[in-house]
């Protein structure tokens, strides 16, 4: 089993669509969550990140974390063609290193 | 801008012939790490180097090495690339440890194909 699961996708949306992104976690000892936007051809670039359970809101970007269930969540509101590209979740227990998902394909079709 | 540089994006070479790959930053950022991330897969942490100090993953194959000679820049050695190791290898920094490597920025890669 994978330390954090990430389905690949491709997710295909209208634009405006809400879009929920997901990625599930064995390690309980993970306390930081991030989520990292990668476009092709580019490397990634952190969009946000929480430390240990609740919510943070970014603009349309809003992050999840519920640790009773290993479950992490990013939401995006409003979305819009540019927010193409692949949605890499990471976490770490302290910081030193980085566990990352294999990444969502996120297509917003205007 | 303030940012990490990767050369060449492209490489191409012989199977078992050495191949180096290169990193800069203007950050001045404490810690250099480098990633391998295969086709549809997470990225995996190869190394990292917290100034001069240089720490190796466990699973990190004897094949790969890596050397800093100073705050801006960084190289991934391949000794003899097997077919297994066309990969896209990333480079990262970040200011510093702990917290402080939550925030890691990204160079675009350098896509490493063995012929």
């Known amino acids: 089993q994978k330390e954090v699961e990430q389905d690949p996708g491709p997710l295909s949306v209208p634009e405006g669509a809400i879009v929920s992104l997901n990625c599930t976690y064995s390690?309980?000892?993970?306390?930081?969550f991030m989520w990292y936007r990668q476009y092709s051809r580019k490397g990634p670039e952190l969009l946000m990140y929480?430390?240990?359970?609740g919510n943070k809101e970014d603009g349309r970007f809003t992050a999840q974390v519920d640790k009773s269930s290993k479950y992490i969540s990013l939401f995006i509101r409003d979305s819009q063609p540019s927010d193409s590209a692949t949605y890499l979740c990471a976490m770490s227990e302290y910081g030193n290193k980085l566990v990352f998902g294999a990444g969502t394909i996120l297509r917003v079709k205007s | 801008d303030a940012m990490v540089i990767q050369n060449p994006r492209y490489q191409v070479t012989q199977f078992g012939k050495p191949v180096t790959l290169s990193c800069s930053q203007t950050l001045n950022h404490n810690v250099m790490y480098w990633y391998q991330q295969k086709s549809s897969q997470a990225p995996k942490l190869l190394f990292h180097?917290?100034?001069?100090?240089?720490?190796n993953e466990a699973d990190t194959p004897d094949n790969f090495q890596s050397r800093r000679p100073n705050t801006s820049f960084c190289f991934l050695d391949i000794r003899s690339p097997g077919l297994g190791d066309a990969a896209m290898y990333l480079c990262?920094?970040?200011?510093?440890?702990?917290?402080?490597?939550?925030?890691?920025?990204f160079g675009d890669g350098t896509r490493l194909s063995i012929l």
């Open positions: 390690n309980s000892a993970f306390q930081y």
């Open positions: 990262a920094t970040s200011r510093d440890l702990g917290q402080g490597a939550i925030t890691q920025h």
């Open positions: 180097y917290y100034d001069k100090d240089f720490n």
């Open positions: 929480t430390y240990s359970s």
